[in-house]
Nanobody, 121 residues
Framework: QVQLMESGGGLVQPGGFHELSCDAS????????MGWYRQAPGKERELVAR???????NYADSVKGRFIIDRDKSKNTVYLKMYSLEPEDTAVYYC???????????????WGQGTRVTVSS
């Protein structure tokens, strides 16, 4: 079982910078990839950025060039650095991890509770 704990949500002015972090904890697991998704009011949850075990990164077109995903493998922590924030980035941001559960012998997806980011002046 993997537990994900996000932190860093808050109110940010348009054009500003903000950073989210997510810590994965638990036992008997190995991370394949971690990522960030977001869900804006009235919209479906969408992928924002993802990073694999081999540090391959992919981003949604809407955040390319503005957001950077990175991770600390030693801590099983993933970060989302958000630059040039726009009101359209307002959403609840969810951390996701695809991990192999050694006790189950299977790969599963895990989700954090979500953290709200509001971009507004």
């Amino acid at each position: 079982q993997v537990q994900l704990m996000e932190s860093g949500g808050g109110l940010v002015q348009p054009g500003g910078f903000h950073e989210l972090s997510c810590d994965a904890s638990g036992s008997h697991f190995s991370i394949n990839s971690m990522g960030w998704y977001r869900q804006a009011p009235g919209k479906e949850r969408e992928l924002v950025a993802r990073i694999t075990f081999s540090d391959t990164r992919n981003y949604a077109d809407s955040v390319k060039g503005r957001f950077i995903i990175d991770r600390d493998k030693s801590k099983n922590t993933v970060y989302l650095k958000m630059y040039s924030l726009e009101p359209e980035d307002t959403a609840v941001y969810y951390c996701n991890a695809e991990a192999f559960d050694e006790r189950l012998g299977a790969t599963a997806n895990y989700w954090g509770q979500g953290t709200r980011v509001t971009v507004s002046s």
